[in-house]
């Protein structure tokens, strides 16, 4: 039992500090192996848990990288959508698969071209080929593909191919206000209207832009103005309807129009924005600013009288009337016939710059503020001699957009005080419903000189130019306008700018509506005439019939009597078939 | 030394079971950050599928093609401003009696029924009534069952 161990007798006992000393490695040792084998056991425990445990969710999440925390591993959100005031999508983003190759792994790249020409019918197989053979891993061969696209690709098979999950805007509306709302490139980003201005905020993809559009106003407009485009023969047009009341768009078109999904297939023409970019000569229109100036700087003007036998003679050029009346006009017969010659002897009575400081005022002289960027900046003359403010009282010689032009007029019939025209819809404390907020506070005419407008405008429909437009049941008053445009050595007889710009119900203006044809050639129907109460005035009336009704505007009491009757003192009646309204 | 041996137990036992709390904290909260990422993507899928049927929705809804379908299948035009009325008083009474606009060139008096006609009870193949088209059914009706 003593000598059990075998090298027992070679056991030494060690004493003294070579004792110690040995313990002291032994404890050592021990304990670098225990660090070890502790070192061993977190590697194999950290192993499973990225192998077993977390690869399972690595696979279920889509390669989702291990550890990431859900806001760094979470795809950022896709852009905002943009609806109209009912809530209407007028552009969203989808998610949609795009196509790309890792050309290190094709093997036969004539082959997958010619399949993946058989499957995408958009690419050539030129451009294919020469996308596989292209040096690194990563090439885009076809973005925002369909899922039947998409199927087709995968029956190919090929391990070179892959997609890579995108977002495509839609617009659901189609070409019904792309001018407004704009398009985005492949990658999302804003290229034109409220999908350029608000870019960022869209993009962050968190709040729903709402504009003050709808739709169901902006359809009628539409149809509207394409259909007397069409009628005659115009090569563009615009318009808008607009709340005299809180300044919002329910409506803006300019056409032609374009499919928003494929800008890039537009022609240049359909592209612009005739609306807010284009700058007119406007013509007759600005008789609504001139006569206003007249009204407000000088009060009881109404039976002043305007010699129109003759055309007007100022230096080299000449003022004429379109149909000469050959007589003296009072101020309402000038507005309701149209007369250049005493639009022209009224911006005289006002002075050059009296007339310059209304129509700054009313905002002519500076670009529209508006939300989108495509605005137009008018076309002033410089220096402004007194020829111009005897045109500009017949909207010649200075050059604005329609959208400035509504706007202003509206800040006249609305009551006097200055409109802006906005395409975002205001919320919260914003909200206009019913005070009047958009209406600043900034007044341009006194609430006299509003109602005598309104009276004037009446009087345009009742008798005058834009008896087209006149809509039973709906009190509407309007301005015709028509417009020779600027060509070599002067201005074109051929080429006109024809508008009208209607208000209604006149008693208590609520709603404008504006359309203006480029262009237009004169029909049958309307024994060759091409002015603004021919072809725009009955556009105008058509769009107040059908708006009107859709947002429950209540008709006119018959009894009521028609608000023009008052200025009838004013209004000379030659014969049976009483003055003879002209453009 | 038996102090010393059995604190350093103690704090290796300390360490190991620290470490296994960590561990186990880090799995729970790695397993709630899988189950919340689970339901980030659901709710992702989720919403996604609403835009998609929101854009459907108001695809098929435009009111160009609105227009087109109202007039083409049910002959339904834009209203005017004359289907619009000015308030509540503008609205017709129903409840005036319709009363008819002429006196009519005769009165109808229905004559009495002179007796009452005791039936028997109908036996099963009776009350199973014959097919008679509705033409049939008004010409019979108001005579009675079994009368010339």
Redesign the interface.
């Known amino acids: 039992m003593k000598n059990a161990f075998p090298f027992a007798r070679h056991v030494m006992k060690l004493v003294g500090s070579r004792r110690s000393a040995l313990e002291r490695a032994h404890g050592r040792l021990v304990l670098l192996g225990a660090f070890f084998a502790l070192a061993f056991i977190?590697i194999a425990?950290r192993l499973v848990?990225l192998t077993v445990?977390?690869g399972d969710?690595f696979r279920?999440?889509g390669g989702?990288e291990i550890g990431a925390?859900?806001a760094e591993?979470?795809?950022p959100l896709?852009r905002a959508?943009i609806v109209d005031r009912n809530g209407?999508?007028l552009a969203?983003?989808?998610?949609t698969p795009s196509l790309f190759v890792d050309p290190a792994l094709v093997r036969d790249p004539a082959a997958l071209a010619a399949a993946l020409v058989r499957a995408l019918p958009d690419v050539s197989y030129g451009d294919m080929l020469q996308r596989l053979q292209r040096k690194g891993r990563f090439v885009w061969l076809s973005r925002n593909l369909t899922p039947a696209e998409q199927y087709a690709v995968l029956e190919i098979g090929s391990p070179a191919l892959g997609f890579k999950t995108e977002y495509r805007r839609?617009y659901?509306?189609?070409d019904?206000a792309p001018h407004i709302v704009g398009y985005t490139d492949v990658d999302g980003r804003g290229l034109a209207g409220v999908e350029r201005s608000f870019d960022n905020l869209l993009a962050a993809g968190e709040k729903t832009l709402e504009l003050t559009l709808d739709?169901?106003v902006?359809?009628?407009l539409r149809?509207e103005l394409s259909a007397a485009a069409r009628t005659f023969s115009a090569t563009g047009g615009a318009g808008v309807v607009l709340d005299i009341e809180t300044g919002e768009l329910l409506a803006a078109v300019s056409w032609p129009d374009f499919d928003p999904h494929f800008p890039g297939t537009a022609d240049r023409t359909a592209l612009f924005n005739r609306l807010t970019l284009g700058v007119y000569e406007l013509g007759s229109t600005f008789k609504i600013f001139s006569t206003a100036a007249l009204l407000d700087t000088q009060r009881g003007s109404l039976g002043r009288q305007f010699d129109a036998r003759a055309p007007l003679q100022v230096g080299r050029f000449t003022i004429a009337d379109y149909h000469p009346e050959k007589r003296m006009l009072t101020v309402p017969e000038v507005f309701m016939v149209s007369s250049n010659i005493g639009a022209a002897l009224m911006g005289e009575a006002v002075g050059t710059e009296r007339l310059k400081a209304f129509y700054s005022d009313l905002g002519l002289f500076s670009p529209a503020r508006l939300e989108i960027g495509e605005v137009g900046a008018p076309l002033i003359p410089s220096p402004w001699r007194d020829i111009n403010t005897l045109t500009a009282s017949y909207g010649h010689g200075i050059a604005v957009s329609p959208l400035q032009m509504v706007a202003a007029a509206s800040s006249i019939v609305g009551g006097g005080t200055l409109v802006r025209p906005r395409l975002i819809l205001g919320r919260g404390a914003e909200v206009c419903d019913p005070a009047p907020c958009a209406k600043t506070a900034v007044r341009v005419v006194s609430p006299e000189t509003a109602h005598r407008m309104r009276q004037l405008l009446r009087l345009v429909v009742a008798q005058g130019t834009g008896k087209h437009a006149d809509?039973?049941?709906?009190m509407v008053g309007g301005k015709t306008g028509t417009a020779e445009q600027p060509a070599a050595g002067g201005y074109s007889r051929r080429h006109l700018i024809s508008s009208f710009v209607g208000f209604f119900p006149m008693d208590a203006p609520r709603y404008a509506v504006f359309i203006m044809l480029d262009g237009p050639h004169g029909t049958k129907e309307s024994f060759g005439y091409a002015t603004g109460g021919w072809v725009a005035a009955p556009a105008v009336g058509k769009v107040i019939?059908?708006m009107?009704?859709?947002l429950?505007?209540?008709?006119e009491?018959p009894a009521r009597g028609d608000m023009a009757e008052s200025l009838s003192q004013y209004v000379h009646v030659e014969g049976e078939s009483g003055v003879h309204a002209s453009e | 030394m038996k102090l010393l041996r059995l604190s350093v137990f103690l704090g290796v036992a300390a360490a190991v079971l620290s470490g296994v709390a960590l561990f186990w904290t880090s799995q729970a909260v790695r397993q709630d950050e899988v189950r919340l990422r689970a339901l980030y993507y659901a709710a992702l899928r989720e919403t996604q599928s609403i835009r998609v049927l929101q854009a459907e929705w108001d695809y098929l809804n435009r009111p160009a093609r609105l227009e087109t379908l109202a007039w083409e299948s049910l002959a339904m035009s834009a209203p005017t401003a004359g289907y619009v009325a000015a308030g509540v008083a503008a609205l017709p009474d129903p409840f005036v009696p319709m009363l008819p606009t002429r006196k009519p060139a005769f009165v109808y008096v229905a004559k009495q029924a002179s007796a009452v006609v005791p039936v028997s009870a109908p036996t099963a193949a009776e009350t199973i009534a014959p097919e008679r088209d509705f033409q049939d059914l008004l010409d019979h009706l108001g005579r009675t069952e079994g009368a010339p």
Do not use: C, F, K, W
Request: proline fraction near 9%; avoid cysteine.
């Open positions: 977190l425990a848990d445990i977390q969710a279920r999440d989702v925390t859900l591993s979470v795809d896709p959508n209407v999508l969203t983003s989808l998610e839609i659901p509306q189609g019904l739709v169901r902006q359809h009628i149809r809509v039973p049941g709906y019939a059908a009107g009704a859709l429950g505007i209540a008709p009491n």
